[in-house]
């Protein structure tokens, strides 16, 4: 018989099951709900029970498919009829934690612990470089209020962690944790080619994947390539993704006169069958955490040519298994793009590397090992 877990229980070395409730304030899937995905798929169930909040879309009709009990509750508007939803799901569920991801989702979790659950535990997931910490803005602000009271602050990667104490030292570090994001290893032969067909004859394909917005840099990344036309000669950029940057990329392309040369192929749920046309992936951010599509491209054998932001430099290693650039620095970024578009043999070698390096060293099991030692520990 399973038993709810309390704090007497973990003491006395009771059977328990433990009641986590992972909160999302998005409605489409991306990095931060692929790692949430990726625990609720894969905790012991004989030792925890598993419930998602998010903010409907397709997203809730994604983890619903896939058998996880998910609940529509808007946590970016905190009105009294959400807080009190928030609070029926986490009575019914019996909650012991609730698994944060994102700034938004922490504070949320955080005004109803004030309000009404006092006992709850509340990890914080940061899973990027937030530019708001390096600035005066009200974010920050409310951040640095509320920040030492998460029981857990939870980094996605050690250059995370190295951003967060720079630009917010107000951060308690007895409470943090680091956690290198991991990925679910598929196997390239399953997934099917056909359906999305973006080459033409034997052009290159560079490839971008991610949301349309300032962190990724692609406005100044699309204006200095528009004065360098020459590297799309026998190739094309396609990039997957939506937000509220794609209508001024558009322009700019169009501007550009290179609308033949970069495909806008929006929103995807499924991004494997477009990342294996890749033959490079790029990423020009200006901010990351540890992005989890770094992750997936590299571990079916795309290596990825990245400026060095973030947690990137921990699995995009120089030359080894891709390119790592010095932020900004789009004269060494495009000279790649146009030397490796006829050196298929390094693409090759690179791409080998990247996918044993991901085998290694981020693999989903030790992933989910930590994160129910660190649930485990939480209650303990």
Not at 239 to 256: A, M, N, P
Request: a positive charge.
């Amino acid at each position: 018989m399973k038993i709810y877990i309390s704090l007497e229980s973990v003491t006395k070395g009771t059977d328990y099951v433990l009641n986590i409730l992972h909160v999302l304030p998005t409605d489409k899937f991306s990095g931060a709900e692929k790692v949430a995905e990726q625990i609720c798929l894969n905790v012991d169930r004989n030792k925890f029970n598993v419930v998602m909040i998010c903010n409907g879309g397709t997203l809730i009709e994604k983890y619903k498919a896939e058998g996880i009990n998910t609940v529509h509750i808007n946590v970016n508007k905190i009105n009294i009829k959400n807080l009190i939803e928030f609070k029926k799901v986490c009575i019914l569920n019996r909650i012991d934690i609730v698994h944060a991801h994102g700034f938004r989702a922490s504070m949320f979790a955080l005004v109803v612990k004030k309000l009404f659950l006092r006992k709850l535990k509340i990890i914080s997931h940061i899973h990027e470089c937030s530019e708001w910490l390096m600035r005066k803005t009200w974010v920050r602000g409310v951040d640095r209020v509320i920040r030492n009271s998460y029981s857990i602050n939870l980094m996605c990667g050690q250059k995370v962690l190295e951003h967060y104490t720079k630009y917010g030292s107000y951060i308690d570090k007895s409470n943090i944790r680091v956690l290198s994001n991991a990925i679910e290893i598929i196997d390239p032969e399953k997934i099917d080619m056909s359906e999305a067909k973006i080459r033409q004859g034997n052009e290159f394909i560079f490839g971008f994947i991610g949301c349309l917005a300032y962190r990724k840099g692609l406005i100044s990344f699309l204006q200095k390539l528009s004065e360098r036309k020459e590297i799309l000669d026998g190739a094309k950029i396609v990039i997957v993704g939506d937000g509220d940057q794609r209508e001024e990329l558009e322009k700019i392309v169009g501007e550009s006169m290179l609308a033949e040369k970069i495909l806008f192929l929006g929103h995807q749920d499924d991004i494997y069958k477009y990342l294996i046309h890749f033959d490079l992936f790029i990423l020009p951010s200006i901010v990351e955490g540890l992005p989890m599509v770094i992750l997936e491209a590299m571990s079916i054998g795309k290596p990825a040519l990245v400026f060095d932001v973030g947690s990137l430099s921990e699995v995009v290693k120089d030359r080894e298994t891709g390119y790592l650039v010095k932020p900004q620095d789009y004269a060494a970024f495009f000279e790649i793009m146009n030397k490796v578009k006829s050196d298929k043999n390094e693409l090759n070698r690179l791409g080998l590397a990247a996918k044993q390096h991901i085998e290694n060293e981020f693999c989903i099991n030790k992933y989910i090992k930590s994160v129910e030692d660190i649930y485990l520990r939480l209650m303990s």
